[in-house]
């Protein structure tokens, strides 16, 4: 199935989701290498011309990437094959691990009881978690100190939570790792394109989420993630190559 096919394949999908479950168990019954060089097509394309339709595909194929339903033995095939093909900015897109960020400041941010005002008693994770379906703007305001994960996954759910409000989360530092991988992985706001910046300029953001964020981003930002010196390396270097690799001919 070649790059045209599955743009055409995807965009008939209504639903982001299934877009993203599609593509995953595509990616375990296609051959490695064909995947790798269809994908690498895709992501030239999506950052060479401006090309809306594969860039919704790159969306769908980060997505997939990181799939929990996405086997091992997959990953790791589709993985090798890209390093094969000298395609790192693939291969990238296949790895999960990120460096430790465990500190006192993450286990402070993660205790159990937490006040949502300086002054008020502390509540519990549960307490929290109850409060975080509120329709009280004053509350949800409260509520986006909150760095505790299952916290935020409540609130990225609660309708009376705006894209504003997500941007704040996306954007605390210093923040817990997880907090903006549940962000990350948020089938409605994960895709807002302010919330994707916001997540991949975070210092605390996974380094795989990151890369895999900045891969859907626009070409000019890609060139100013490469330029950022604040930005981890790795994540710099990804920018830079998948910039790059938009500006030469597609693999044969």
């Keep these: 199935m070649g790059p045209d096919r599955i743009v055409d394949h995807l965009k008939a999908i209504r639903d982001p989701r299934m877009r993203v479950l599609a593509l995953a168990q595509a990616f375990g019954e296609g051959e490695p290498t064909a995947w790798v060089d269809v994908l690498a097509q895709l992501v030239s394309r999506a950052h ?41 900015a693939i291969a990238r ?25 300086p002054t008020g008693r502390p509540l519990t994770l549960g307490e929290r978690k109850s409060l975080a379906r509120t329709h009280d703007r004053e509350q949800i305001l409260l509520l986006l100190r909150d760095p505790h994960p299952a916290v935020v996954a409540i609130l990225l759910d609660n309708p009376h939570v705006t894209e504003s409000d997500v941007l704040k989360l996306a954007s ?74 938009s500006q030469r001919r597609p693999i044969n």
């Design 48 to 88: 060479s011309g401006g090309d809306a339709d594969a860039l919704l595909a790159v969306q769908a194929i980060t997505k997939a990437a990181a799939e929990p339903s996405l086997s091992y033995a997959t990953r790791k095939g589709l993985y090798e094959a890209a390093v094969a093909r000298g395609a790192p």
């Design 93 to 117: 897109l296949f790895l999960e691990a990120s460096p430790s960020s465990a500190s006192a400041q993450l286990a402070k941010q993660l205790a159990p009881e937490r006040p949502l005002k």
């Design 172 to 245: 605390v530092r210093p923040a817990v790792p997880d907090a903006l991988a549940t962000i990350a992985k948020h089938p409605r706001w994960s895709v807002r394109h302010a919330v994707k910046r916001a997540l991949v300029y975070n210092p605390s953001t996974p380094l795989a989420e990151a890369i895999r964020i900045a891969t859907t981003l626009r070409a000019t930002e890609l060139e100013g993630i490469a330029d950022d010196p604040t930005l981890p390396a790795p994540l710099r270097e990804h920018a830079a190559q998948v910039r790059a690799a």
